[in-house]
């Protein structure tokens, strides 16, 4: 064989063995992209699913809120309308009281129990 084979088997060779080492190390790096790729997204999922917690704990905590102020609403009304009956009843009962002048008219004492209500 002559030297120029063989310089170039040898040459080849070579370029196959650095073709070789540049695939493995593309091989390598492509595993390192991938890590690191995946441990951004599970970071970022850790993150959001934390602001996600945060905001319906906020959430939950201004229905409570809302639902206290609801009800203490909804007391005060029932109270209110429970002394509006009862002051209702009141005026019945001074009004059935009242003599009836005959006259189909409403005398000056009803006018004053309507003036009250």
Do not use: C, F, H
Not at 11 to 27: E, F, K, T
Not at 33 to 61: L, P
Request: aromatic content about 4%.
């Amino acid at each position: 064989m002559s030297r120029y084979v063989i310089a170039g088997l040898a040459a080849l060779a070579a370029l196959a063995a650095i073709i070789w080492g540049g695939v493995a190390a593309i091989g390598t790096i492509d595993g390192m992209i991938d890590k690191a790729a995946s441990a951004a997204r599970n970071e970022r999922d850790a993150y959001w699913k934390g602001e996600i917690e945060t905001s319906n704990a906020q959430a939950q905590a201004k229905i409570a809120e809302t639902l206290k102020q609801t009800m203490a609403a909804q007391d005060a009304a029932r109270d209110q309308i429970e002394a509006a009956n009862q002051r209702a009843d009141a005026l019945e009962k001074q009004n059935a009281s009242l003599p009836d002048d005959g006259t189909g008219g409403i005398g000056r004492d009803r006018v004053r129990l309507l003036n009250q209500r």
